[in-house]
């Protein structure tokens, strides 16, 4: 479930502060042999879709509607985020350099479900939480039919530094 922390994180300076008074850290994204994690294009920092891992661990699987309930959902789309931004630190080296410019949010779901921007909303309000103004971006949520390993969501960025 995730829980709204706008009051506790909101006094702090950095992003890595507020990321932190949030009980949050950035995870350790592993190495694969067939793609990376990150691509900088000019100013562009083209971020691989990132799935709910944590500790190497994939959160869920399943569909959304169907398997997976919205809060559930919600909550992996949070952690796939922080794999996007642990990502983004990866290309810029501080994550107060990091500007979200467009996120796209996969979610696994019935062709009834209709509650994709509910989903992608988490991540949204995480990136806006910790980055403030940096954190706001483009976005599309899109329903498909199946994603990598049954999971109910992936994460893809576009961000740049600032």
């Known amino acids: 479930m995730i829980k709204n922390h706008e009051t506790s994180a909101a006094n702090t300076d950095s992003a890595s502060d507020r990321l932190q008074a949030l009980g949050l850290a950035l995870p350790e994204l592993r190495e694969n042999s067939y793609y990376v994690h990150h691509r900088t294009v000019g100013s ?3 971020i691989s879709g990132q799935l709910p891992y944590r500790d190497g661990w ?5 569909t959304v509607g169907r398997d997976i309930d919205l809060e559930t959902a919600r909550s992996l789309a949070h952690d796939a985020v922080l794999n ?3 990502a983004a630190v990866q290309a810029v ?3 107060d350099r990091v500007r979200i410019v467009q996120m796209l949010v996969f979610v696994a779901s019935t062709p009834d479900f209709g509650e994709q921007s509910q989903v992608a909303n988490a991540a949204s ?7 403030g103004e940096n954190g706001r971006h483009a976005r599309t949520a899109i329903g498909v039919a199946g994603l990598p390993l049954n999971t109910p969501v ?3 960025m576009i961000c740049t530094a600032v």
């Open 93 to 95: 080296g501080d994550l």
């Open 154 to 156: 992936e994460i893809q």
């Open 58 to 62: 994939l959160l869920g699987q399943g």
């Open 84 to 86: 996007c931004l642990a």
């Open 125 to 131: 309000e995480l990136l806006i939480e910790v980055l």
């Open 44 to 46: 562009s920092i083209y």
